[in-house]
């Protein structure tokens, strides 16, 4: 069973950063995706940012520019670096891999980041 281990959420003013860390206990190299996903209250669950296990990223439009994804391969650590936070990115976010065996989904416990203006 994968498990998925996040921290690094709190409260944080509007304009400061925050940097998510999703730790996995496989290793990264048998991941095909890692994404993070977000989920304020009332609303569906967004994709936020996702790298391959290339390294290829992308985003959502409402953090590009602001957020940065990024990988430790060593640490089989996924980071997710938020700058210039606004309080429309207050949310749970959480950690979603896929694996390249399985093709199974794994979800971390979600950490919360709440902006305040």
């Known amino acids: 069973q994968v498990q998925l281990v996040e921290s690094g959420g709190g409260l944080v003013q509007a304009g400061g950063s925050l940097r998510l860390s999703c730790a996995a206990s496989?290793?990264?190299?048998?991941?095909?995706?890692m994404r993070w996903y977000r989920q304020a209250p009332g609303n569906q669950r967004e994709l936020v940012a996702a790298?391959?296990?290339?390294?290829?990223?992308n985003y959502a439009d409402s953090v590009k520019g602001r957020f940065t994804i990024s990988r430790d391969n060593a640490k089989n650590t996924v980071y997710l670096q938020m700058n210039s936070l606004k309080p429309e990115d207050t949310a749970v976010y959480s950690c979603?891999?896929?694996?390249?065996?399985?093709?199974?989904?794994?979800w971390g416990q979600g950490t919360q980041v709440t902006v305040s203006s």
């Open positions: 979603n891999v896929v694996s390249k065996i399985s093709l199974r989904q794994y």
């Open positions: 496989i290793s990264i190299f048998t991941i095909n995706v």
């Open positions: 790298i391959t296990s290339a390294g290829s990223t």
